[in-house]
């Protein structure tokens, strides 16, 4: 019998364009296409980011709304939406996204919206101006400081990972009692450096992987 997991998509993300990969999906139409795929080789919710109609990443209701319709008419994979301000949007917009998008998921950055404690405040300024985050490659032992975290086996827990060795880290998540997230969100190359050709064959690729392993999606999304 095989582990059952959470497997969240991530197919979007609001910095990337079609320069960054052709298959990157940003209409509501190709993100509803793109979800429907990957619920079919085992993903069982989405991570939502949306665009204007410019491509230009979005915290609008209305494009929100759109988005989410388009993919409920296709799936019934939970959603989960995106406060992400991405250096275009303050606290003020990421609020009334909260606020106004018909959602009861939703993803919040820390170093974004969080005002206090000053101490972890400047943990992540610190970070955002040496770059941490940019271009980053993610590797399995990055696992090491969350997993030593006290009563992280009394938590359910997804992580996310970027680069290469994505493949690499969620499996070593879902090793050690974890879900995982994936996408072009965060990389769109195996390990050997090959480009996905869309988000559904990343997402393939790591379920067979993950299935090898003795873990599959858990049943009953579709």
């Given amino acids: 019998m095989k582990t059952p997991f959470e497997l969240m998509i991530a197919p979007t993300g609001a910095r990337l364009g079609k320069a960054n ?4 999906p940003i209409t509501p139409f190709e993100i509803a296409e793109t979800v429907l795929a990957c619920a079919a080789v085992g993903a069982t919710a989405v991570h939502l980011h949306v665009r204007d109609a410019s491509g230009r990443h979005s915290l609008s ?4 709304a759109e988005a989410m319709c388009a993919i409920r008419a ?4 939970p959603i989960q939406v995106s406060t992400e301000g991405a250096g275009i949007y303050d606290v003020t917009a990421q609020r009334a996204c909260l606020t106004d998008v018909e959602t009861n998921d939703a993803s919040i950055a820390l170093r974004e919206i969080l005002t206090a404690p000053e101490q972890v405040m400047e943990i992540y300024a610190l970070a955002d101006r040496r770059g941490i985050s940019a271009a980053q490659q993610s590797q399995v032992a990055d696992l090491k400081p969350y997993l030593a ?3 992280i086996d009394q938590l359910e827990w997804t992580v996310c990972a970027f680069g290469r060795a994505e493949h690499a880290c969620l499996l070593a998540a879902l090793e050690a009692g974890g879900h995982a997230r994936i996408g072009f969100e ?3 190359e195996a390990a050997d450096g090959t480009v996905h050709a869309d988000n559904t064959a990343s997402v393939a690729a790591f379920v067979k992987a993950a299935y090898a392993a003795g873990f599959e999606p858990r049943k009953g999304v579709l």
């Fill in 74 to 77: 296709s799936t019934p994979l």
């Fill in 149 to 151: 975290t006290p009563g």
């Fill in 21 to 24: 990969h052709p298959a990157l």
């Fill in 186 to 188: 965060n990389s769109r």
């Fill in 61 to 64: 209701p209305a494009h929100y």
